[in-house]
Nanobody, 121 residues
Framework: QVPLLESGGDLVQPGRSLRLSCVAS????????MSWVRQTPGKGLEWVAL????????EYADSAKGRFTASRKNAENALYLQMNSLATEDTGIYYC??????????????WGRGTQVTVSS
């Protein structure tokens, strides 16, 4: 059973919005801070957002501030990333991961398989 499963990625035009979802299973989701990390073309892994275990605290990369919002519903083992005003540089594979991934490390925590976001006109 995959511990984290992302969905919601799509091909959208610049300026549009997308909402990514991540469903957790097989571990105590409510106990973990969660991160969104993306892998963009030509770059390595880039941390996007962090949300505390209870959802009361969030933190964002400069590239995401003011445009992206992370949220979670612990009763549903679900994590979300609302992305507004998307730009071409937001294109990439988006992963949900457990823990603080400000310096992303595949060897740390659980990772989903990712969902592809493509922003193009």
């Amino acid at each position: 059973q995959v511990p984290l499963l992302e969905s919601g990625g799509d091909l959208v035009q610049p300026g549009r919005s997308l909402r990514l979802s991540c469903v957790a299973s097989g571990f105590e989701f409510w106990a973990h801070p969660m991160s969104w990390v993306r892998q963009t073309p030509g770059k390595g892994l880039e941390w996007v957002a962090l949300i505390s275990s209870d959802g009361t605290y969030t933190e964002y990369a400069d590239s995401a501030k003011g445009r992206f919002t992370a949220s979670r519903k612990n009763a549903e083992n679900a994590l979300y990333l609302q992305m507004n005003s998307l730009a071409t540089e937001d294109t990439g594979i988006y992963y949900c991961t457990t823990g603080n991934q400000r310096t992303p490390a595949r060897s740390a925590g659980y990772w989903g398989r990712g969902t592809q976001v493509t922003v193009s006109s």
